[in-house]
């Protein structure tokens, strides 16, 4: 007995010497002395906690009585997540159909703006004419008009600055960026139309100037042509909303207003409105009546009398094309140009002809030279202007071509 009390108190003095920390701070050394008794405690507590934390994993891992004893608050815990899950669902899905909603209300309204911008574009390109003017002749500062605003006849209302809006744009703010865009889309309509208006007035100010007139124009011309139906101008003409119909009866307004301007400014462009003699003259005889230089008595004139110096060129006063080109009663060589609409200019008493009957021609075409053939007394350009066979005095017109770019 005595013998195994030794062999455990060598075991254990070998497991559990005496133990010295030495503590050494700012130069003082301290030490704490550990004897084999504490030792052996905080090893055998050391012990305990890990045999319980053994023991309590084991038994939440193997379902032990800890599980069974925790089994039903678990149950309630996993009740209220998944009524969380469900929760989170239905919100989800409501979620989506909304933005399905607000997703397909954005797509009708972007189509119903690319319509309209579409039919505003398609307006723009008849704004800027045949001449296919830049953009820059559409923003009122003047550039590409015809008629100079000192037009007496004319209106003097200034067009109105504009610039073409474009399709860019995103998707935030959708309503409110769309809601803008139809207002600019609205706002630039009636600018145009004003536009359209106010070209017209000028091109029939020229006329005015001219003593023909609109109004004699208008009674001959061939104008018309099918009224465009609101649903060849939108993919949605079904489900038009009021505002959106009334965007497009303005809008076909609008076109009508941009057609007559059209058609008078064709008019004014095919005018014969440059001067007919391509150098400097003087005028030696008045449209009207006057004394005949041959019976010396009261006769009407139907044209000017132009002087230069022989073999002067003369010039197409418009475009057109040659009606007639060659000797004629009184007139002697003369040259006659269909200038459309019913106007034609006529060239008499020339030394030679340049041109050819069935030719086209661009004002300042040389069509022929000046002379004194026919009844005449000395070199000159008998020139005259006929309307719808009607003479018009010839100095209007030129009076009307110094407003014309």
């Not at 993919?235 to 058609?263: C, G, H, I, K």
């Amino acid at each position: 007995m005595a013998k195994w009390s030794a062999s455990v108190k060598a075991t254990f003095d070998r497991a559990f010497p005496e133990r010295q920390i030495y503590h050494r701070s700012g130069g003082t050394v301290r030490y704490i002395s550990v004897s084999p008794w504490q030792q052996a405690i905080i090893a055998a507590g050391a012990a305990a906690l890990a045999g319980w934390t053994l023991f309590v994993t084991g038994s939440y891992v193997l379902g032990g009585p800890s599980s069974t004893i925790a089994g039903a608050p678990d149950d309630r815990e996993l009740a209220k997540y998944e009524r969380w899950v469900q929760e989170l669902r239905a919100k989800d899905a409501l979620s989506r159909s909304l933005l399905e909603e607000r997703t397909d209300a954005f797509q009708k309204e972007t189509a119903e703006w690319e319509d309209r911008q579409k039919a505003l574009e398609d307006l723009f390109d008849k704004l800027k004419g045949d001449e296919n003017l830049e953009v820059s002749a559409l923003k009122g500062d003047g550039t590409g008009l015809l008629v100079k605003a000192s037009i007496e006849e004319a209106d003097n209302r200034q067009s109105r600055h504009f610039e073409p809006i474009t399709a860019a744009f995103d998707t935030s703010g959708t309503r409110v960026s769309l809601k803008n865009l139809k207002y600019d889309q609205e706002r630039i309509l009636d600018e145009a139309e004003d536009l359209a208006i106010d070209r017209a007035e000028r091109a029939r100010g020229v006329l005015q100037l001219t003593s023909v007139g609109s109004d004699r124009i208008m009674s001959g011309a061939e104008m018309g042509g099918p009224l465009v139906p609101i649903a060849t101008l939108t993919s949605s003409a079904s489900n038009l909303t009021t505002d959106e119909a009334s965007f497009y009866n303005r809008l076909n307004q609008t076109r009508a207003r941009v057609e007559e301007m059209r058609y008078y400014e064709q008019i004014v462009a095919s005018l014969p409105l440059g001067r007919p003699v391509g150098v400097p003259f003087r005028q030696t005889s008045d449209y009207g009546m006057r004394i005949d230089p041959f019976r010396k008595r009261p006769g009407w004139h139907n044209g000017l009398d132009l002087a230069a110096y022989h073999a002067a060129p003369i010039v197409a006063a418009g475009p057109g094309k040659v009606s007639f080109a060659g000797a004629s009663s009184g007139y002697g060589r003369l040259v006659e140009i269909d200038h459309g609409h019913g106007f034609k200019s006529r060239y008499g008493h020339l030394s030679a002809i340049t041109v050819s009957k069935g030719d086209t021609v661009e004002i300042g075409d040389l069509v022929g030279k000046m002379g004194t053939t026919g009844r005449s007394t000395g070199d000159h350009l008998h020139y005259e202007v006929w309307f719808n066979g009607k003479p018009y005095d010839p100095a209007k017109f030129l009076k009307a071509g110094r407003h014309v770019h």
